[in-house]
Structures are given as C-alpha cells and as structure tokens.
C-alpha cells in the first residue's frame, strides 16, 4: 500500500522512464565506389559508409557524349545499380571526368595512355567534372554537377617520365592525381579542390544535410 503523499510504484516508475524518442532511425549509408579516396575525403566531413559496394557498369562514353554529361549520366548509374541492392539504404555515388574541351580523357591504365594524357594536359586549362548522386530508400534521386578548371604548367619530356615512372597515375582521370606530386604541375585552380580528388565535399554534405542525414 502506498505511504501517504507519495506516489503508487508505477506512476513513479512512469515519472522515471525516459520519453521515447520521436526522431527515426539514419538509414544506413553505402558508398558506391571502391575508389579509397573517395572513402578518406568522407571521413574528413565525419562520414564513415556503413558498407562500401562498388557497382557493376559500363563506363563507356556514349557516342558524342559530352564530360560533363558522362559524368552525370555515371553517377546516377552507379547510384541506381548499388539502389536495386540495397533496398532502404542511402547510397551515395560519384564519378569523376576529365575534359580538355570535348574531349573525355580515359582512366589511364598504361603507360602510353598517362603519356598521352599528360602531353595533352600540358601547358593547358581543362575541366574537372564530378557528378554525385544520393539515392533514397525511397526510391528518390538528388543529384549535382560539379566543375573545377585546372591549369597545367608546361610539362618536359623529363617531367611527364618521371610522373609516369611514379605509377600515381594508374586508373586516375586524366592520367594524374592531384593530391599527390602531380600537385606540382597545377599552376592554377578555379573551384573544389576536393572535386579534382574525386569528390566535392561541399555538395556532398549539402545533400547530407538537406535530407537531415548529416547534422549542420
């Protein structure tokens, strides 16, 4: 029986319990990409995927396809392929594309290709273009474009051999990497930094945050 002026057990126990929170659970977040880059660019901004799941696509341009458009036609590729397999996940996606006007400069895989990329960028201004796309549980979309403009020094016959000797440029855009020696040759940069690296944290976190996923 409960002592006068005190209150029965289960009010009490009531009166203790902790309200139930009304914010929903974070969908988990996938990353659509294998590339490590992407993943360290993440953890700058405190992201960390709960699950990594490259996609399985055709990254061939299409016939008088523009970089800017590759790129997004890419992303929202890639996004939609990691979607259909992890249904009530977020899934970020990205991807990359170098442009010396309309032309698309492949991922060097060779030698000869990083030479040739190299020769090409050299003394010259071209683009850098990343579409990211954030896929909902949903079923939604969001996507953005990205551009920086990059200008080469003029590199020697000495300087692109030795940057081919390096190996950095091996499955990069362009032939090159920007956050490692290559970072010499940029003689100027107009935009995100973090967009040459492979992905735009400014907009990234913008889609982030605008869903609520990312606090401000």
């Known amino acids: 029986m409960p002592v006068a002026g005190q209150p029965a057990p289960e009010a009490a126990a009531a009166e203790a319990a902790p309200p139930p ?10 990353l659509a990409s294998g590339s490590p880059r992407r993943l360290d660019l993440l ?9 990594v799941r490259p996609p399985e696509i055709d990254e061939a341009p299409l ?19 990691v979607m259909a ?14 442009g010396a006007g309309r032309r698309i400069l492949p991922k060097a895989e060779t030698e000869t290709e990083a030479r040739s990329c190299l020769a090409l960028l050299s003394g010259r201004r071209h683009r850098v273009f990343t579409g990211v796309a954030l896929g909902l ?22 300087q692109i ?21 290559a970072e010499a040759f940029v003689r100027f940069l107009s935009g995100s930094h973090s ?20 606090r401000p």
């Open 161 to 181: 051999e030795a940057y081919v000797a390096s190996g950095e440029w091996r499955g990069k855009a362009g032939g090159y990497t920007i956050q490692e020696s």
């Open 195 to 214: 967009n040459v690296v492979g992905l735009p944290l400014y907009e990234t976190a913008q889609l982030l945050r605008g869903i609520g996923w990312l």
């Open 43 to 51: 953890r700058r901004i405190g992201v960390v995927p709960a699950r």
């Open 21 to 30: 929170s009304s914010a929903p659970a974070r969908p988990p977040l996938v």
């Open 85 to 98: 397999a992890e249904p009530g996940a977020l899934v970020l996606a990205a991807d990359t594309v170098v």
């Open 137 to 158: 549980p949903d079923g939604r979309l969001l996507t953005r474009l990205v551009q920086s403009i990059v200008t080469f020094q003029r590199l020697t016959p000495a």
């Open 63 to 81: 016939k008088q396809e523009l970089p800017r458009q590759l790129a997004a036609r890419l992303s929202e590729a890639k996004a939609r392929a």
